[in-house]
T-cell receptor, first 115, second 114 residues
């Protein structure tokens, strides 16, 4: 157990639907990162939050949004889902952005299947 | 832009052998960090080893070591005395000092055979 908890582990939903993926960072970590792993795109950075504030944005679609709550857990919201959104979504955490250079701790991911 | 290339999609070796996974990268940054992550069938991403670009000494972690050639922008991973538990996808990644995001290569699928 890495200490980063992601729920649910698996999710199957239909095109056009909306889902929420949840992440609880490792205890003491203030920064949360979201990544998407798909067969065609590989591992892509989506977005980073630090202590509740958005810190950096990557290749995140407009249909996707995220937030980090006061208790530091984070949610990634995916809407108007398309078949191509099927992927493994990872959350990772670090103590603070300055410590990210020591490597993140990743969760075990949420496998999203859009049918 | 930073890019990472792993030229070996798949590799297979016998248990106890030594194997080297290749990684090249491109960056215009002077302050950056390089990583190898392992993704076993459980799909958990696990940090294997980390290298700071300003350090000439190659990083080692038990059976894992790197060959960091800064001028050639090469960062290979050597696994000694390979074990069945080393079977996994291995990803090379770069992170530069001003940002915290990781840019990953496409991965190398490594299989250790008994």
């Amino acid at each position: 157990d890495s200490g980063v908890t992601q729920t649910p582990k698996h999710l199957i939903t239909a095109t056009g639907q909306r889902v929420t993926l949840r992440c609880s960072p490792r205890s003491g970590d203030l920064s949360v990162y979201w990544y998407q792993q798909s067969l065609d795109q590989g591992l892509q950075f989506l977005i980073q939050y630090y202590n509740g504030e958005e810190r950096a944005k990557g290749n995140i679609l407009e249909r996707f949004s995220a937030q980090q709550f006061p208790d530091l857990h984070s949610e990634l919201n995916l809407s108007s889902l398309e078949l191509g959104d099927s992927a493994l979504y990872f959350c990772a955490s670090s103590v603070d952005p300055g410590r990210a250079n020591y490597g993140y701790t990743f969760g075990s991911g949420t496998r999203l299947t859009v049918v | 832009a930073q890019t990472v290339t792993q030229s070996q999609p798949e590799m297979s070796v016998q248990e106890a052998e030594t194997v080297t996974l290749s990684c090249t990268y491109d960056t215009s940054e002077s302050n950056y960090y390089l990583f190898w992550y392992k993704q076993p069938p459980s799909r958990q991403m696990i940090l294997v080893i980390r290298q700071e670009a300003y350090k000439q000494q190659n990083a080692t972690e038990n059976r894992f070591s790197v060959n960091f050639q800064k001028a050639a922008k090469s960062f290979s991973l050597k696994i000694s005395d390979s074990q069945l538990g080393d079977t996994a996808m291995y990803f090379c990644a770069i992170q530069w000092g001003g940002a915290q995001k990781l840019v990953f290569g496409q991965g190398t699928r490594l299989t250790i055979n008994p």
